[in-house]
């Protein structure tokens, strides 16, 4: 008899969840822990864990937890797989930007701390088997792909030296062309894959023969059939519907090819997997999908009543083996259900006791994910169609999104955690996922259903569930929306029934059948042609009668589209076909194409992207108030950011600055410091509103005051700005004193150091302002930082007084950072005037010397000088030039543009300008070139004509 499955005595604490909302933060990401495998005795278990983008191994003490060691890896690496080799050393496989890299952890255990040592192999492989009886041997598989596949019997010391092959003992008579390997280590089998032609041969062998014996060929067939173990004299234990409607357990005779005893067929469901006790040959237990649930039948009536108990111990959750030891008394099991992703129990069979490991995902642990409940109803057909409703916990909007499934052939709803479905229903919608006929998991009559046609099929499956929800929880208005062929489903629920439907929403949709039949698409295998076909009850002519967007005209409510601009699946022209004609036909349609991306997301924040926009579009065209909740604010600032951003930064949908505008403005009446800045940016800079300097400033003391450091800054640089209505020292040196305290960059630091240097605002240090202007006190030194260090510099060395001292400071600064060894040089004019570009040479070119230069956009004038340091040609010498304007109805002169430049001696230096924009007929321009301790070496006025 099989070991018991559930054999837990300790009752689990249910926590009280508080009504809260969920950020999509939280619930858009990838599990924190996975990958959990227990050593072979049980002594530590190693999992994976994912935090802050860095993937990390590590290892525990089962009789401790809390006693754990990490191992980081190289930036950006992704851990792909590893095994136990010993009770204190792993092999491990993973991938950085310079490949694919292999190597052994090895613990070493000192005072109850776990060091681990990793120790890099060129070794490339895959572990196969752990044998603890064989002197701790294992068995490797050396090679790849392109290689030739060869099974050692090796040591540890082997693969970590990297001498398998020398020292290994290779297995004998492996199978020529194998493709992969595996074993079945409680029969001690070995089983391989090769190819002839376009079928795949399924190979076995015990480890003590030589001979390898065909399991099975694969060609394409129009059946399920899988392997789950072998029991004895050429006999497997398979499932397979190839005589049967649902797929059922069966004894396979490997030597005849053929099947033998059926041992059990579910009435309702297709099997998922079977055991059988290797003895009797009678059947142990079986696992289906009932009711979106993972479910286990036991056929020892005392063994399925004491699960039944184990099964309530876990409030009726699904529970899965992970990892067990080598004596299989010692087990990592997860408990998982649609409100709860994965919680990892350490389970003991022989003191029959569970303890918490941890949770897939922490951040979701103590948060009110929604369960789902199953319905089910005979159809027309005779057969059971099931659906799932999760409802809202809380805030209930009254509205039922009827989400179909795709397919329209084998796809299937499951009872496990759907982050778009929990994020819909904690914004309070109540989310109808529908196994249409067609689904996987209820037989082939079941799949086939669809030949009747798939419009009637899903008018009929999903019209009959529908009422069923809405007669028992008085739902009034509803949504459809789906995936792929679910869109497709989900278009003609809103054509055929506009009084009930209030919008139909499509993600990466079906609308034009003619068009997935294309030859530029995978769907144009003739295989695949004609699946779709059958399954979608049309013949090639008609196609057109059965597509959405032929029939657009019948589509009276609110649509929405989402496409992927490199979806080979459901390509962009579905969408931009059937959004043209509803266009045409004046109908309340919106798409949005993302850029570089296929069928669905593959990254979490074009998921929260998409399921943000469908929450507001719903309650736009539903007419939904926002959740009147403080609790909600953080959320709904997070989403109008999100959405707002993708507008504004044009890397997932086309650039669109007035639906980003929009957006910020509502996380901004929320409170949202960047978008309040954001918003100010406009009024600064003009954008879709009247430019207005006043206006940003409110606006960016307001975001500065709710916290964001950026406005700080900002305040701080316009405030500084001498040649602005605004300008105010004191006020703007405050500000980057807060930029400073709020953790804004080094820039903030080099204002301070600025004010420092002219005294501004505070008392003059100069030796403080050089030390920060030397950027050596820590922090972050990128391209923005250097760039305004130099601009700074420029400024204080031309509108400060300095000692000889103070001076040298700002020499040495030169001498490190410019190479700059030259401070006294000759200087002479070589020329000046008029430059023009030339195309050949790619530079301006001496073009006419006057001071006289005309009023023509794009004119560029200036001078060249010659400058003689009489030194090496490595070492540069350093320059500041100043352009001001001076107007000739005015006495005032403002500073056009003033820059250190530096370089050596050897061509003569241009000094340019273009032509300002705000010129006219008499505006002078004066060139004034100083040296870096503030002597004038050079002046020259331009005036314009």
Not at 175 to 193: I, Q, R
Not at 448 to 460: E, G, H, P
Not at 898 to 925: C, F, I
């Given at each position: 008899?099989?070991?018991?499955h559930?054999?837990?005595l300790v009752?689990?604490?249910?926590s009280?969840?508080?009504?809260?909302?969920?950020?999509?933060?939280d619930?858009?990401q990838?599990?924190?822990?996975?990958?959990?495998?227990?050593?072979?005795?049980?002594?530590f278990?190693?999992a994976?864990?994912?935090?802050?983008?860095?993937?990390?191994?590590?290892?525990?003490?089962?009789?401790d937890i809390?006693?754990?060691?990490k191992?980081?890896?190289s930036?950006g690496?992704?851990?792909?797989?590893?095994e136990?080799?010993?009770?204190?050393?792993?092999?491990?496989?993973?991938?950085?930007?310079?490949?694919?890299?292999?190597?052994?952890v090895?613990l070493?255990i000192?005072?109850?701390?776990?060091?681990?040592?990793f120790?890099?192999?060129?070794?490339y492989?895959?572990?196969?088997?752990f044998?603890?009886?064989?002197?701790?041997?294992v068995?490797?598989?050396?090679?790849?792909?392109?290689?030739?596949l060869?099974?050692y019997?090796?040591?540890?010391?082997?693969?970590?030296?990297?001498?398998?092959?020398?020292?290994?003992?290779?297995?004998?008579?492996?199978?020529?062309g194998?493709?992969?390997?595996?074993?079945d280590?409680?029969?001690?089998?070995?089983?391989?894959?090769?190819?002839?032609?376009d079928k795949?041969?399924h190979?076995?062998?015990p480890a003590?023969?030589?001979?390898?014996?065909l399991?099975?060929v694969?060609?394409?067939?129009?059946?399920?059939?899988?392997?789950q173990?072998?029991?004895?004299?050429?006999t497997?234990?398979?499932?397979?519907?190839?005589?049967?409607d649902r797929i059922?357990?069966?004894?396979?005779?490997?030597?005849?090819?053929?099947?033998?005893?059926?041992?059990?067929e579910?009435?309702?469901?297709?099997?998922e997997?079977?055991?059988?006790d290797?003895?009797?040959?009678t059947?142990?237990?079986?696992?289906?999908?009932?009711?979106?649930?993972?479910t286990?039948d036991?056929?020892?009536p005392?063994i399925e009543d004491?699960?039944d108990?184990?099964?309530?111990?876990?409030?009726?959750?699904?529970?899965v083996?992970v990892?067990?030891?080598?004596?299989?008394?010692?087990?990592?099991?997860?408990?998982?259900n649609?409100d709860?992703p994965?919680t990892?129990?350490?389970?003991?069979?022989?003191?029959?006791?569970?303890?918490?490991l941890?949770?897939?995902?922490?951040s979701l642990?103590?948060?009110?994910?929604a369960?789902?409940?199953?319905f089910s109803?005979?159809?027309?057909?005779g057969?059971?169609?099931?659906?799932?409703?999760?409802?809202?916990k809380f805030?209930?909007?009254?509205?039922?999104?009827?989400v179909?499934?795709?397919?329209?052939?084998g796809?299937?709803?499951?009872?496990?955690y759907?982050?778009?479905?929990q994020?819909?229903?904690?914004?309070?919608?109540?989310?109808l996922?529908?196994?249409?006929?067609?689904?996987?998991g209820?037989?082939?009559?079941?799949?086939?259903?669809?030949l009747?046609?798939y419009?009637?099929?899903?008018?009929?499956?999903?019209?009959?569930?529908t009422?069923?929800?809405?007669?028992?929880?008085?739902?009034?208005?509803?949504c459809?929306m789906?995936?792929?062929?679910?869109?497709?489903?989900?278009?003609?629920?809103?054509m055929?029934?506009?009084?009930?439907?209030?919008?139909?929403?499509?993600k990466?949709?079906?609308?034009?059948?003619?068009?997935?039949?294309?030859?530029?698409?995978?769907?144009?295998l003739?295989?695949?042609?004609?699946?779709?076909?059958?399954a979608?009850?049309?013949?090639?002519?008609?196609?057109?009668?059965?597509?959405?967007v032929?029939?657009?005209?019948?589509?009276?409510?609110?649509?929405?589209?989402?496409?992927?601009?490199?979806?080979?699946f459901?390509?962009?022209?579905?969408?931009h076909r059937?959004?043209?004609?509803l266009?045409?036909?004046?109908?309340d349609?919106?798409?949005?194409?993302?850029?570089?991306v296929?069928?669905?997301?593959?990254?979490?924040?074009?998921?929260?992207?998409?399921n943000?926009?469908v929450?507001?579009f719903?309650?736009e065209?539903l007419?939904?108030?926002d959740?009147?909740?403080?609790?909600f604010?953080d959320?709904?600032?997070?989403?109008?950011?999100?959405?707002?951003d993708v507008?504004s930064f044009?890397?997932?949908?086309?650039?669109?600055?007035?639906?980003?505008?929009?957006?910020?403005?509502?996380?901004?009446?929320?409170?949202?410091a960047?978008?309040?800045?954001?918003?100010?940016s406009?009024?600064?800079?003009?954008?879709l509103?009247?430019?207005?300097?006043?206006?940003?400033i409110?606006?960016?003391?307001?975001?500065?005051?709710?916290?964001?450091?950026e406005?700080?800054?900002?305040?701080?640089?316009?405030?500084?700005?001498k040649?602005?209505?605004?300008?105010?020292?004191?006020?703007?040196?405050?500000?980057?004193?807060l930029?400073q305290?709020?953790?804004?960059?080094?820039?903030?630091?080099?204002y301070?150091?600025?004010?420092h240097c002219?005294?501004?605002?505070?008392?003059?240090n100069?030796?403080?302002?050089?030390?920060?202007?030397?950027?050596?006190?820590?922090?972050?030194?990128?391209?923005?930082?250097?760039?305004?260090?130099?601009?700074l510099l420029?400024e204080?060395l031309?509108?400060?007084?300095y000692s000889?001292?103070?001076?040298?400071?700002?020499?040495q600064?030169?001498?490190d950072?410019?190479?700059v060894?030259?401070?006294?040089?000759e200087v002479?004019?070589?020329?000046?005037?008029?430059?023009?570009?030339?195309?050949?040479?790619?530079?301006?070119?001496h073009?006419?010397?006057?001071?006289?230069?005309?009023?023509?956009?794009?004119?560029?004038?200036?001078m060249?000088?010659?400058?003689?340091?009489?030194?090496s040609?490595?070492?540069?010498l350093a320059?500041?030039?100043?352009?001001?304007?001076?107007?000739?109805?005015?006495?005032?002169?403002?500073?056009?543009?003033q820059?250190?430049v530096?370089?050596?001696?050897?061509?003569?230096?241009?000094?340019l300008?273009?032509?300002?924009?705000?010129?006219?007929?008499?505006?002078q321009?004066?060139?004034?070139?100083?040296?870096?301790n503030g002597?004038?070496?050079?002046?020259k006025?331009f005036?314009?004509q």
């Amino acid at each position: 008899m099989r070991v018991l499955h559930f054999l837990f005595l300790v009752l689990l604490p249910i926590s009280t969840l508080q009504a809260t909302p969920i950020s999509p933060n939280d619930l858009f990401q990838s599990p924190t822990y996975y990958s959990f495998k227990l050593n072979p005795n049980a002594s530590f278990f190693a999992a994976f864990r994912q935090q802050s983008g860095e993937q990390s191994l590590i290892i525990s003490f089962t009789s401790d937890i809390e006693l754990e060691s990490k191992l980081s890896f190289s930036e950006g690496a992704k851990l792909h797989n590893y095994e136990w080799i010993d009770n204190d050393s792993l092999f491990i496989e993973y991938q950085d930007k310079s490949g694919q890299h292999y190597g052994v952890v090895n613990l070493d255990i000192e005072d109850q701390k776990i060091k681990l040592v990793f120790e890099h192999t060129k070794q490339y492989g895959y572990i196969l088997d752990f044998q603890p009886l064989r002197n701790n041997q294992v068995l490797f598989v050396q090679g790849n792909d392109s290689d030739e596949l060869i099974v050692y019997q090796v040591g540890v010391s082997a693969i970590i030296n990297n001498s398998v092959a020398s020292l290994g003992k290779p297995v004998e008579g492996l199978l020529d062309g194998a493709l992969h390997y595996s074993f079945d280590s409680t029969n001690d089998m070995l089983f391989a894959a090769s190819k002839d032609g376009d079928k795949v041969e399924h190979w076995y062998r015990p480890a003590s023969d030589k001979a390898w014996r065909l399991l099975r060929v694969v060609n394409d067939d129009a059946y399920a059939f899988s392997v789950q173990a072998y029991l004895q004299d050429d006999t497997f234990l398979v499932l397979t519907n190839q005589h049967t409607d649902r797929i059922a357990a069966y004894l396979y005779d490997a030597k005849t090819q053929t099947l033998k005893t059926k041992l059990y067929e579910h009435p309702i469901y297709d099997l998922e997997s079977a055991w059988v006790d290797p003895e009797t040959l009678t059947l142990d237990s079986v696992s289906y999908w009932k009711h979106g649930k993972l479910t286990e039948d036991f056929f020892d009536p005392a063994i399925e009543d004491f699960n039944d108990e184990v099964r309530q111990t876990f409030d009726n959750k699904q529970v899965v083996y992970v990892s067990s030891n080598l004596n299989r008394d010692i087990s990592i099991v997860k408990a998982f259900n649609a409100d709860d992703p994965g919680t990892y129990y350490l389970f003991d069979s022989l003191y029959m006791t569970a303890r918490l490991l941890t949770h897939a995902y922490p951040s979701l642990a103590d948060k009110p994910l929604a369960p789902m409940e199953a319905f089910s109803f005979i159809n027309d057909k005779g057969h059971t169609v099931e659906a799932f409703l999760t409802r809202p916990k809380f805030r209930d909007n009254g509205v039922l999104l009827v989400v179909p499934e795709g397919g329209p052939v084998g796809s299937q709803a499951v009872n496990e955690y759907d982050p778009d479905t929990q994020y819909l229903a904690n914004r309070g919608y109540a989310v109808l996922r529908v196994n249409l006929r067609g689904s996987s998991g209820l037989g082939k009559d079941f799949q086939q259903q669809t030949l009747d046609s798939y419009k009637q099929v899903v008018l009929a499956d999903v019209g009959q569930i529908t009422a069923q929800i809405s007669d028992k929880y008085g739902y009034q208005q509803a949504c459809s929306m789906g995936m792929g062929f679910g869109a497709y489903a989900a278009v003609l629920l809103a054509m055929e029934q506009p009084e009930f439907y209030g919008c139909t929403i499509g993600k990466f949709g079906i609308y034009d059948l003619s068009l997935i039949f294309n030859a530029n698409n995978f769907v144009s295998l003739e295989a695949v042609q004609k699946t779709l076909k059958t399954a979608l009850g049309v013949s090639d002519s008609g196609l057109t009668q059965a597509s959405p967007v032929y029939a657009a005209d019948k589509l009276k409510v609110p649509a929405l589209f989402f496409a992927g601009q490199k979806d080979n699946f459901a390509p962009i022209e579905h969408t931009h076909r059937f959004e043209y004609v509803l266009k045409k036909l004046n109908k309340d349609v919106t798409s949005l194409i993302y850029r570089n991306v296929a069928y669905g997301h593959g990254n979490w924040r074009g998921d929260m992207h998409l399921n943000a926009y469908v929450d507001d579009f719903i309650r736009e065209k539903l007419g939904l108030e926002d959740i009147d909740d403080p609790a909600f604010d953080d959320i709904h600032q997070q989403e109008a950011m999100l959405i707002a951003d993708v507008f504004s930064f044009n890397y997932l949908l086309e650039k669109n600055r007035i639906k980003a505008k929009e957006y910020y403005e509502q996380a901004a009446s929320l409170g949202d410091a960047r978008a309040l800045f954001n918003i100010g940016s406009y009024y600064h800079r003009g954008i879709l509103v009247n430019e207005s300097l006043a206006k940003a400033i409110e606006l960016y003391k307001q975001s500065s005051d709710a916290g964001y450091e950026e406005a700080s800054y900002r305040l701080g640089v316009l405030l500084a700005d001498k040649n602005s209505p605004h300008y105010d020292p004191k006020v703007s040196f405050d500000y980057f004193t807060l930029a400073q305290i709020q953790n804004f960059d080094l820039r903030a630091d080099l204002y301070l150091a600025r004010a420092h240097c002219l005294g501004e605002a505070i008392e003059r240090n100069v030796s403080y302002c050089v030390s920060k202007l030397k950027l050596s006190s820590g922090g972050k030194v990128n391209k923005q930082v250097r760039e305004v260090r130099h601009e700074l510099l420029t400024e204080v060395l031309l509108e400060g007084k300095y000692s000889v001292d103070e001076l040298e400071q700002f020499k040495q600064i030169l001498r490190d950072n410019y190479n700059v060894h030259h401070f006294e040089f000759e200087v002479d004019e070589d020329d000046m005037g008029v430059f023009e570009f030339n195309q050949r040479s790619r530079e301006h070119e001496h073009a006419d010397t006057t001071t006289l230069i005309p009023n023509t956009e794009g004119t560029v004038f200036g001078m060249l000088v010659d400058y003689d340091a009489n030194g090496s040609r490595f070492q540069n010498l350093a320059v500041i030039n100043r352009w001001t304007r001076i107007d000739p109805d005015s006495t005032d002169e403002q500073i056009v543009y003033q820059n250190l430049v530096y370089g050596n001696d050897r061509e003569p230096w241009k000094t340019l300008l273009e032509m300002p924009d705000d010129a006219h007929s008499g505006t002078q321009y004066r060139l004034d070139i100083y040296a870096v301790n503030g002597r004038l070496l050079l002046s020259k006025i331009f005036t314009v004509q």
